[in-house]
């Protein structure tokens, strides 16, 4: 069983800075596509940003150019930098590794942006 866990959410200023780490139970060069969600309360998960086994990335309209997904396959972990943070980044971001084989979620970490 694949487990994913996450680590880096915390409180944060408007115009601070937060990395979010996901770190895999196995090594990530067998998952086709990587990303990272989030959900506000009381709106749907969104795909903030993905990244391909071949490191091909988008992004969400509102996070470009803020954010920055990356891998490490030594490490088997994915990030997400969050620069320039906005109050309405405030949300439980959830990273997510698919392959054939399988979907699997992290437990979800709480990303507050403070006015």
């Known amino acids: 069983q694949v487990q994913l866990v996450e680590s880096g959410g915390g409180l944060v200023q408007a115009g601070g800075s937060l990395r979010l780490s996901c770190a895999a139970s196995?090594?990530?060069?067998?998952?086709?596509?990587m990303g990272w969600y989030r959900q506000a309360p009381g709106s749907q998960r969104e795909l903030v940003a993905s990244?391909?086994?071949?490191?091909?990335?988008n992004y969400a309209d509102s996070v470009k150019g803020r954010f920055t997904i990356s891998r490490d396959n030594a490490k088997n972990t994915m990030y997400l930098q969050m620069n320039s943070l906005k109050p309405e980044d405030t949300a439980v971001y959830s990273c997510?590794?698919?392959?054939?084989?399988?979907?699997?979620w992290g437990q979800g970490t709480q990303v507050t942006v403070s006015s």
């Open positions: 990244i391909t086994r071949d490191s091909r990335t």
């Open positions: 997510n590794m698919w392959r054939v084989a399988g979907n699997y």
């Open positions: 196995t090594s990530i060069v067998t998952f086709v596509a």
